[in-house]
């Protein structure tokens, strides 16, 4: 199958189940993408603050993992708190 | 009729397959870059604070080692993120 077959498929040939299912997909890989690139952001993010000593093994050691993960944790619940917060404030108005 | 709409049904079929897959593919190399990016920036910072004029043997064992550790991290936060995500659906 030669590398252009994928992108001459015209959209208006198929028939409703079949773009359904297209949408259904590209839904989905959108969704993934967005999730991954959460997950660049807060490896990044977290690595700055926990992988702090110097690197001599591949492995992450039994205060870096747990920081890892603590990380994640307490960033999702400071954005639940933001969100809580303003909900609170916007009630004020 | 029938068996004309049939290998019509079958052509549209695989060009969707082709379709789909041409997208996984892209979304795969995209994601690649990204991690390919983020481990440099954050390996080079970490291992090669103050370049020379050669990368050192020391340098190059804890890029690859930053990396393989790097690739762990981004698992664990992956697993964990998505444990929330889902958590908080419920």
Redesign the interface.
Known sequence: MDSSSGSDINLNDLSQNDKRELQQFVSNEAQKAKIQSTVHYLTDMCWKRCITSKISSGQMDSYERPCMENCVDRYIDSQMTVLKHLEQLRGQI | MDSFSNT?GVN?Q???Q???????QE?AV??AR??ID?VS???FE??VPKPGSTLTSGETT?I???????M???N???R???E??QAKDV
Do not use: H
């Open positions: 019509l549209q695989s060009k969707k082709a379709w789909m897959d041409k997208i996984r979304a995209e994601q990204a991690l983020k920036d954050n390996c970490k291992c804890c690859n080692q930053c990396m393989e550790k790097y762990s991290a981004w664990v936060v992956s964990k993120y998505i929330r995500i």
